[in-house]
């Protein structure tokens, strides 16, 4: 069955080291997300992808990066990390061929910065 | 932009009451609504939605939400609720590739 898997399903690290979230779907899917999820403020966009070698920012992208360079994957960077992205993240895609825009999501990666 | 309010973060009920969460959203063009469930540790799974047609969706778990165009609202109801209910629920709005989502509801059903 296809799915979305995230790596790692949880990680400390400190204050400005680089970390690195993995994001793999086998969907086969164009589009994919990043949010995060922060008690009170819902799921937040950080980065989006339409296809390979295509990203855009949103809505908290401050501190983030990605790049797509296959279908399946979806990297989130954190350049340096800070206390404030402690949050949980996760991953979605959807098929741009589907007008709908149902989102499949990840199970998560709960991050902490100490 | 869309945009979507949840009007209540949390919703306590005991077992077998009915429970209704509500969801209003704001948009200048017609959109497509979702609600998504999270079940504790887990990610979002999509619960039901409307896109287009008759106005009231259902889903395969006893749910149901009511599209009001007028009062541009999607609230969730479901007539009798278990225990395995306990979750976050998201309203969500799309348009095109752009997707938002409430700050959700904690519903939280009582023995």
């Known amino acids: 069955d296809a799915e979305i898997t995230q790596s790692p399903r949880h990680k400390i690290t400190e204050t400005g080291r680089q970390v690195t979230l993995a994001c793999h779907q086998t969907?086969?899917?164009?589009?994919m997300f990043w949010y995060r999820q922060d008690l009170g403020h819902g799921l937040r966009l950080i980065h989006y992808?339409?296809?390979?070698?295509?990203?855009n920012k949103g809505e908290v992208s401050d501190g983030y990066s990605v790049s797509r360079s296959n279908t399946e994957d979806l990297p989130l960077t954190l350049e340096s990390a800070a206390s404030s992205q402690t949050s949980v993240y996760f991953c979605?895609?959807?098929?741009?061929?589907?007008?709908?825009?149902?989102?499949?999501f990840g199970p998560g990666t709960r991050l902490t910065v100490l | 932009a869309q945009s979507v309010t949840q009007l209540d973060s949390q919703v306590p009920v005991f077992e077998e009451a009915p429970v209704e969460l509500r969801c209003n959203y704001s948009?200048?063009?017609?959109?497509?609504l979702f609600w998504y469930v999270q079940y504790p540790n887990q990610g979002l799974q999509l619960l039901l939605k409307?896109?287009?047609?008759?106005?009231l969706v259902e889903s395969i778990n006893g749910f149901e939400a009511e599209f009001n165009k007028s009062q541009t609202s999607f609230h969730l109801r479901k007539p009798s609720v278990h225990i395995s209910d306990t979750a976050e629920y998201f309203c969500?709005?799309?348009?095109?590739?752009?997707?938002?989502f409430g700050a959700g509801t904690r519903l939280t059903v009582k023995p």
């Open positions: 979605a895609s959807s098929d741009r061929t589907g007008r709908y825009n149902e989102q499949f």
């Open positions: 969907w086969n899917h164009n589009n």
């Open positions: 409307y896109l287009s047609g008759s106005t």
């Open positions: 948009s200048s063009v017609s959109v497509y």
């Open positions: 992808s339409y296809g390979v070698q295509d990203t």
């Open positions: 969500a709005v799309s348009f095109n590739n752009d997707m938002r």
